[in-house]
Structures are given as C-alpha cells and as structure tokens.
C-alpha cells in the first residue's frame, strides 16, 4: 500500500530535549516536506527536499533540522525544542516538486513541548 | 503576507444547500490543488487544476480555475454531512508549496 508514515504520532517532551520525528515513504517519490499546522495559521512548510542530498528551508525553517540520506527517509530534528515549537506536524511526499502533483501526506505527530 | 487567501475562514450550512467557497491571489500560479483534510488526518488531494478557465467535477463538486490563473473556486452542490471538513487551497511558489489558511465547513444534518 502507497503511503507516508510517520513516528510517533503523539509525543511529549520538556524544552530543551532533543527530539527527532521520522517520515518514510514508499512510492519513491522525489520531493518530501515537513508542515507545521496551527490554528489561525494553516499548514506553513518548514523544511522541503527536491531529493537525496538535497534539502531547503521552506518558510519557517527556524528551530529545525532536517536530512535526506535515502529517498525514502527524512526525519525531522529539533535539537533544542521550545513551547512555541508545539504543533501538528506533517511529513508529505510527491512524485516531484510542484503543486501538478498530488502530496500524499503523513497522519502527522502532535509534539508537545512543556 | 498570505499568497492564497481563503474565504469564508467559516461555514456552516444545512445539508441540502448549495456553496461556494473561494482562493484568491494576487500572484499568477501555474497550477492549484485542493485538499481536504478531516480532524486527525492529513490533507488528501480532491483536484489539481492547471489551465485558464479550467472546470473540474468530481460528483457534486464543482473546481475552477481562474481565467487569470491567480484564484480558484470549489462549489459543492445539495451539501451532505459527509462534505464537513477543512477545505485547503496549495499552489507553487518556486519549489516550495504553499496552502491558504483554509475554510472550515460544517454541514448541518
């Protein structure tokens, strides 16, 4: 089955904590994204990559890491988490990088940070 | 600034009406897409549109594309509970992908 799977779905942690949440696809699809989604604020991307190796800052790329090693993997760091870091996160993947493709996306990580 | 601009941010109707929501820009895109995303999940695609004037149906939804290319609309016809929803609008800004805050529809049985 064609799909984008993330871990862990829920996630609490303190500020300060090193975290890292993992995405996988398995339609070897190129372009893979992390969004954030908050209320009032929408899905805003964070980090995009067009594919293996190559990774760029969406538009809040701040208080985030992220790599590309395989095609199918791109976790998403955060070294130092913060409260306002606390969200829904989804990891979505597409054939290429341009809205003509469809995004499949994640079920997404509610991230909790106290 | 917000490139896509949804409107209305809330809607709620009686099943059986019909609606009409929107996604405008000032900018020019060379495709759109519509998502729709229900509590707990991630976004799925309904539609992409890519021409001028493009008209798309899917059942008793109903997607255009501006002449212009700089907005979109979704009217879905006689709303059914099933249609509730957050309504998503996505379109390119160089190689990132941008989506408009969204329309938060809820059908009335």
């Known amino acids: 089955e064609a799909q984008v799977t993330q871990n862990p779905r829920y996630l609490i942690t303190v500020t300060g904590k090193k975290l890292t949440v993992t995405c996988s696809q398995n339609?070897?699809?190129?372009?893979m994204s992390w969004y954030r989604q908050d209320p009032g604020l929408g899905l805003r991307q964070i980090y995009y990559?067009?594919?293996?190796?190559?990774?760029d800052k969406g538009d809040v790329p701040e208080g985030y890491k992220v790599s590309r090693k395989e095609k199918r993997n791109f976790p998403l760091i955060l070294e130092s988490p913060s409260p306002n870091q606390t969200s829904l996160y989804f990891c979505?993947?597409?054939?290429?990088?341009?809205?003509?493709?469809?995004?499949?996306f994640g079920p997404g990580t509610r991230l909790t940070v106290t | 600034t917000q490139l896509l601009e949804q409107s209305p941010q809330f809607l709620s109707i009686q099943e059986g009406e019909n609606l009409t929501v929107y996604c405008n820009s000032s900018?020019?895109?060379?495709?759109l897409q519509w998502y729709r995303q229900e509590p707990g999940e991630g976004p799925v695609l309904l539609v992409t549109?890519?021409?001028?004037?493009e008209v798309k149906k899917l059942k008793r939804l109903t997607f255009q594309f501006g002449d212009a290319r700089k907005d979109s609309s979704l009217h879905i016809t006689a709303a059914q509970p099933g249609d509730t929803g957050l309504y998503l609008c996505?379109?390119?800004?160089?190689?990132?992908?941008?989506f408009g805050k969204g329309t938060r529809l809820h059908i009335l049985p």
């Open positions: 339609m070897n699809h190129e372009y």
């Open positions: 990559s067009m594919n293996v190796e190559v990774t």
């Open positions: 996505a379109g390119n800004r160089d190689d990132k992908i941008i």
């Open positions: 979505a993947s597409s054939l290429r990088g341009s809205a003509a493709y469809e995004q499949y």
């Open positions: 549109v890519v021409t001028g004037g």
């Open positions: 900018s020019v895109f060379s495709s």
